[in-house]
């Protein structure tokens, strides 16, 4: 059933009367209607906790900072509780979208840094689509319409008439890609064609999740095109490499890299590529996925070109994309019951200097320093916050910026002036085992130092993670085995050649479904965990977001 979006409906969400606007717009959702923001909305806004005013002269202490429910309580809760008072995101007022805030978006900022310098040093180029999409090119791909469907959302009105055509906000972006590739496409000099774009996608879910699952969310696409089924297949394979370094490099992630089944394989795709990450809870995310489109959207299309022999071919293509999802997965692999822990390389911060003085004539002193080593730090190629406020004590500036999860704190009190040197703490190793005195401020020897130390955080919360995820993979023979794995929480690795109808099975009996065939595949006979037949491959099974 299609219901009615109606803009004009939405004018109670909002507290300032310049913000109403007529609707240019009547847009039409498959299946969801428009309901009111999820009841958290406003417990979500009212926790987030600000670093930089505060109403009452007297200083902020420890006890004026919420308090973040234990990881081990309330997963969910836990989750929530960071984003809001780590200044991430807050709720829109349109049920399942998302405010990003800017120490949020700093951290979508570091994904697409790195993966824009990969993208072109693999040849491909950034360019923009149309977030407007005519619906009759949904309907060219049979399987597309049919996967997207229920998650569409179209645009019937438009300057107060009603449309000719209704619009589809875009899900994804393969069928315009293809009208436009088609259009540049003649000739086999003209391939491979490549770009990527970096855009908001439209999807609209029943249950959603900050950053995890959004009516709304951002999110690079790249789209290419060849001449041949094998530059397509080692485009696809290049591209979850790209994604699976990023994770593991950057991101401290540790994915497992893999096919998607049939029944997991993207609309319209011949093959799926993902990489499958292993959150805090224990339940799969999918981060990022590849996809060998084979011809199926050419042929819908009619997206050809003239080979070297004067034969009309149509183009084989993929598609790949990640999105804030990522950010979500940060957060759920690394952060404690303290809040945020980022990794180093993708952190907005990853130095905080705090300076301590209680007595008026050590201010100026202190401060000084601390500029000092923020200046040294930051010619390094560092990044660093200097926290001078003086409305908050320096215990509320150590568990503010704990929750936010910079890697790194520098402390800088009198004591520390007169020697010359500051105190560092490590955010990953909590308490007085992280901290470490008497390091000079000498910028030689704190840089290297300051730099080792990041190395270091980076390192360790990818082992520590890695850990994580191994003692919680059980390896299985038979379904009886699956099923106890997924009851405890675990995933399951085990051989399998069973049917679709058999995959249907194990989700809907135990909640888990088939993450992906990894690339790295055990060697020897194996037997179909569900029919004892022979197959060649193991499969991971989880419970997933």
């Not at 190629?381 to 908050?392: A, F, H, R, S, W």
């Not at 936010?404 to 009198?414: A, D, S, T, Y």
């Not at 300051?450 to 059980?474: M, P, T």
Request: charge should be neutral; hydrophobic fraction near 35%.
């Amino acid at each position: 059933m299609v219901s009615s979006l109606r803009l004009h409906s939405l004018t109670s969400l909002f507290s300032s009367p310049s913000l109403l606007r007529p609707p240019l717009l009547l847009c039409r959702a498959h299946r969801h209607k428009l309901s009111s923001p999820p009841p958290r909305t406003a417990a979500f806004s009212s926790q987030t906790a600000s670093a930089s005013t505060t109403e009452n002269p007297k200083k902020q202490t420890n006890q004026d900072q919420k308090v973040i429910t234990p990881r081990s309580q309330d997963f969910n809760a836990w989750y929530l509780d960071i984003i809001a008072n780590a200044e991430l995101a807050d709720y829109g007022p349109v049920r399942g979208t998302m405010v990003i805030r800017p120490y949020g978006y700093a951290i979508w900022e570091a994904i697409q840094d790195y993966l824009n310098v990969k993208f072109k040093e693999t040849g491909h180029s950034n360019m923009y689509f149309p977030q407007f999409i005519p619906y009759s090119f949904i309907e060219k791909e049979a399987s597309h319409v049919e996967g997207f469907s229920p998650e569409l959302a179209l645009v019937t009105i438009g300057g107060g008439k009603e449309l000719e055509e209704k619009l589809v906000v875009r899900p994804t972006s393969e069928t315009i890609v293809n009208h436009m590739f088609t259009q540049w496409i003649h000739s086999y000099r003209d391939l491979p064609l490549m770009v990527n774009q970096w855009a908001n996608v439209t999807r609209w879910e029943m249950r959603t999740k900050p950053f995890v699952r959004t009516l709304e969310f951002l999110w690079q696409e790249g789209h290419t095109a060849h001449a041949n089924p094998e530059e397509a297949e080692n485009e696809a394979l290049q591209m979850i490499d790209v994604y699976t370094k990023f994770a593991y490099e950057q991101a401290a992630i540790p994915v497992i890299t893999g096919r998607k089944s049939k029944v997991e394989t993207f609309a319209g795709a011949d093959r799926t590529y993902t990489i499958e990450a292993m959150m805090g809870d224990r339940k799969a995310l999918q981060a990022g996925t590849s996809h060998n489109l084979g011809q199926n959207f050419s042929r819908a299309f009619g997206t050809q070109f003239m080979d070297e022999n004067g034969e009309r071919q149509h183009v084989w293509q993929t598609s790949w994309a990640v999105s804030t999802r990522f950010v979500g997965g940060i957060i759920m692999t690394h952060g404690d019951d303290s809040g945020l822990m980022l990794p180093p390389k993708i952190a907005p911060i990853q130095v905080v200097i705090v300076p301590i003085w209680k007595k008026e004539d050590e201010k100026s002193g202190v401060l000084n320093a601390a500029s000092s080593v923020k200046e040294a730090l930051q010619s390094a190629g560092i990044k660093v916050k200097l926290d001078d406020t003086d409305q908050k004590t320096p215990g509320w500036k150590f568990n503010f910026w704990e929750m936010k999860g910079v890697p790194l704190r520098i402390e800088i009190g009198p004591r520390d002036v007169s020697s010359g040197s500051v105190v560092i703490s490590r955010r990953d190793v909590p308490g007085k085992q992280g901290k470490v005195f008497g390091i000079s401020m000498e910028p030689a020897i704190l840089e290297a130092y300051i730099k080792d130390k990041l190395d270091e955080i980076q390192s360790s919360l990818l082992g520590r993670a890695i850990s994580f995820r191994d003692s919680n993979i059980v390896d299985v023979s038979s379904y009886d085995e699956l099923k106890e794995a997924i009851s405890l929480g675990k995933w399951a690795r085990g051989p399998w050649s069973a049917s679709d109808a058999d995959e249907q099975r194990v989700k809907e009996e135990t909640g888990a479904s088939i993450r992906c065939f990894p690339f790295e595949q055990p060697q020897g006979t194996k037997t179909c965990l569900m029919t004892g037949k022979p197959a060649e491959e193991v499969a991971i099974f989880a419970k997933s977001y």
